[in-house]
């Protein structure tokens, strides 16, 4: 296949072509790009064109719109794997995915992630279908790719780890509601972030819009996706997320832990002695009160050093609190109540809040 050239109309968009949010992963310029055919490997920037709207009827661009996909629309992806429980799953070939020539891959996140799918809920029907037209490449020749950025160190600001039992059981709700309170109530500059997961724009910008200072998220650390990296580069994005996120002033991080607590990288994080050494807490989020036990018990047997709070499952929570206040002996902690949130802070955050605001 031939270069050819894409010109710019618009905020995350060029003639047809839509720029995926999980784009931000490289800090090259999306301007002028070419696309030339080969082999593509996670992190590869890919355009391709749209087959069959399928599961993901719309694409999240850069500028956090979610724009409706048609057959023959263009889109500017990342080459990735997505190891969900609960979505679509899909990975990029260990060696490789071909590139031009008429090859198909499937969209397997909203955020622009592209891969082969093998296996997909059966709520969710069939994948949407593109077309690789090829890898892309900037207007300086260099081939556009994720760019993680490590650290081997963090900054000693105190985090709140917000994790869950699965995908959409509320850590965004009560990560969003803890923000606003920290930041609304007791004066904080908070930072938040989102340390493993699939990317998606969304969930971080609902965090920002909750009354954070400053917002960054694995993406921004050049990980479309933290599924299908080594430990130690999923730790090492995350270290320097904080790091930044401490270095614009952020007095006290609220971080997401996407998807379930076994995956992603998750349990490297919560190993990890950078990170944990100022973690106020780990709140995990149950889909519902047996998930909650099971996660209490698998945490116990990790031998975790971050103290955990438990939150309150999103269905009845009145018999959830006195279920799990039973079994589990601790209080589950409702981020809607602002008396819940009073509790949560004296429990686990006294001494940082207290020492934060007196900085001022």
């Not at 959830?320 to 819940?340: N, S």
Request: net charge neutral; hydrophobic share 40%.
């Amino acid at each position: 296949m031939s270069d050819y050239p894409l010109s710019r109309q618009g905020p995350g968009r060029h003639t047809g072509t839509l720029h995926a949010s999980c784009c931000r992963a490289t800090r090259q310029p999306l301007d002028d790009l070419t696309v030339r055919s080969g082999t593509g490997r996670a992190g590869d920037l890919v355009v391709a064109e749209v087959l069959r709207v399928g599961a993901y009827p719309a694409l999240e661009t850069t500028d956090a719109r979610e724009v409706r996909l048609r057959p023959g629309t263009r889109i500017l992806g990342v080459l990735g794997n997505r190891f969900t429980t609960t979505s679509i799953y899909g990975t990029v070939p260990a060696d490789g995915l071909d590139t031009g020539d008429g090859a198909e891959a499937d969209l397997l996140a909203v955020g622009g992630i592209i891969g082969v799918a093998a296996s997909t809920p059966a709520g969710m029907g069939q994948p949407t279908r593109v077309r690789l037209l090829g890898l892309a490449y900037g207007a300086d020749g260099q081939q556009l790719r994720a760019q993680p950025i490590r650290s081997e160190a963090a900054a000693r600001v105190p985090i709140i780890l917000v994790g869950g039992t699965a995908a959409e059981v509320g850590k965004t709700t009560f990560a969003a509601n803890l923000v606003n309170y920290l930041s609304g109530v007791c004066g904080l500059r908070v930072g938040v972030t989102k340390l493993a997961g699939t990317g998606r724009l969304r969930d971080l910008l609902t965090l920002a819009d909750a009354g954070a200072s400053v917002a960054l998220d694995f993406v921004d650390g050049g990980l479309p996706t933290t599924y299908g990296h080594p430990d130690e580069l999923v730790t090492g994005v995350a270290r320097h997320l904080v790091d930044r996120l401490a270095g614009d002033g952020a007095e006290i991080v609220v971080a997401e832990l996407g998807g379930d607590l076994w995956g992603a990288g998750i349990p490297a994080l919560l190993h990890d002695p950078a990170l944990t050494a100022t973690a106020r807490a780990l709140v995990v989020i149950p889909s519902d009160a047996m998930a909650a036990y099971g996660a209490a018990t698998w945490l116990q047997d990790q031998n975790f050093t971050v103290p955990i709070a438990h939150g309150v499952p999103r269905r009845n929570i009145t018999a959830a609190q006195e279920r799990l206040g039973t079994i589990l002996g601790e209080h589950v902690f409702d981020a809607m109540r602002r008396t819940e949130l009073d509790a949560f802070r004296e429990r686990f955050l006294a001494a940082s809040t207290a020492g934060a605001a007196s900085s001022r």
